[in-house]
C-alpha cells in the first residue's frame, strides 16, 4: 500500500486532496498547524469506511524547519517510507501599494517560499536514499506573471515555479518525479476575501481531481482549468508593451469591481 503525505491538509484543497487519496487506497499522513482540524477530517474520513488504509495526523509547522523534520522522522519510524509528498501550505491577501502590510508580505513568503525550501530540503534526501518517491508542491498561475494586487503571493508562487523548473533534471537522475501545481482560481476561505470577479473558479473538488489525475500520470507541470491557465500562459510570452495593456484594463476592472460590490452592499 502507498502512503502519501500531504502538508497543508487542513483546509482547501489540501484537505480534498487528503479525502481522494485516502478514497483511492492510499495511506494517508495530514500535516498543518491547526491538528484539531486534522483530527475532524481524520474521523470525516473514517466515517462508515471499511478501508484499510489508515490516516495519520502530524502536526508541524512549515516555518519551522526542526518541525518538518521531527514530524518526518515520527511518518518513517511508521510507515518506513514515503511515495507521495504534497507541499499544499500557503497563505494569500490581496495585496497593493496602498494596503501594502509588510509584516503580512513576510508571512506570505515565509509558508509560500520558504517553508517550500523546509519542505524540499528535508524530504529530498528521504527520498534519495529511497531511491524512489514523487514530490509535488501547490504554486499558482499567479506566478506566471505579475498581476494586479497579487504582489508578494505571485511572486511567492513564481520563486516556486522557478525553483522546480531548476531541480527537475537532478531528482529525476534520483529516479524521483517532481511536480509542480498551477491552478486557476479555487474556491476556498482564501479566495472567498477576494472582492473582485474570478473567471472560471471551481471548487475544491474539482480541483482535487485534476492534481490527482495529473500526479498519477507522473506530469511535471499540472494546471487547471485550461480554458484560464492557457491565456496566462500565452501572456508570459507576448512582449510588455502588450502584457502592461492588459495588466492595466485588469487593473481598472477590478476597480470597477469593488466599487460595484460596495454600492450593491
Known amino acids: 500500500m502507498k502512503n502519501c503525505w500531504i502538508i497543508g491538509a487542513s483546509f482547501g484543497i489540501g484537505r480534498e486532496l487528503a479525502k481522494t487519496y485516502f478514497q483511492n487506497g492510499y495511506n494517508i499522513i ?20 471499511n478501508s484499510e488504509n489508515s490516516v495519520f495526523v502530524v502536526g508541524l509547522d512549515v516555518t519551522n524547519y526542526d518541525s ?9 519510524k511508521k510507515f518506513n517510507k514515503i511515495d507521495l509528498a504534497i507541499y499544499a501550505s500557503g497563505i494569500y491577501r490581496q495585496m497593493n ?8 508580505a513576510k508571512q506570505i513568503l515565509d509558508i509560500n517560499f520558504t517553508g517550500s525550501l523546509n519542505f524540499l530540503h528535508i524530504i529530498a534526501p528521504t527520498m534519495i536514499k529511497q531511491k524512489s518517491g514523487h514530490i509535488a508542491l501547490i504554486a499558482s498561475v499567479a506566478g506566471y506573471i505579475g498581476l494586479p494586487e497579487s504582489m508578494v ?11 522546480c523548473e531548476g531541480i527537475h533534471a537532478e531528482l529525476k537522475s534520483y529516479n524521483i518525479n517532481l511536480s509542480i501545481i498551477n491552478p486557476g482560481f ?17 471548487n475544491t473538488k474539482q480541483a482535487s481531481d485534476f492534481i490527482y489525475n495529473g500526479l498519477e500520470n507522473k506530469k511535471f507541470e499540472i494546471h487547471f482549468p485550461k480554458t484560464f491557465t492557457l491565456f496566462l500562459k500565452i ?23 469593488k466599487k460595484n460590490k460596495i454600492n450593491n452592499e
Open 30 to 49: 495530514i500535516s498543518a498547524r491547526t491538528v484539531d482540524e486534522l483530527e475532524i477530517l481524520k474521523d470525516e474520513i473514517k466515517q462508515n469506511s
Open 68 to 76: 518538518i523534520k521531527e514530524a518526518l522522522e515520527i511518518i518513517i
Open 97 to 104: 501599494l496602498k494596503n501594502f502590510d509588510i509584516n503580512f
Open 153 to 163: 503571493y505571485g511572486a511567492s508562487k513564481a520563486a516556486m515555479i522557478n525553483l
Open 186 to 202: 479555487v474556491k476556498t476561505r482564501l479566495t472567498d476575501t477576494n472582492n473582485f470577479e474570478m473567471p472560471f473558479i471551481i
Open 235 to 257: 501572456l508570459r510570452i507576448i512582449p510588455y508593451s502588450l502584457v502592461l495593456k492588459i495588466n492595466q484594463k485588469i487593473f481598472y476592472k477590478n476597480i470597477r469591481s
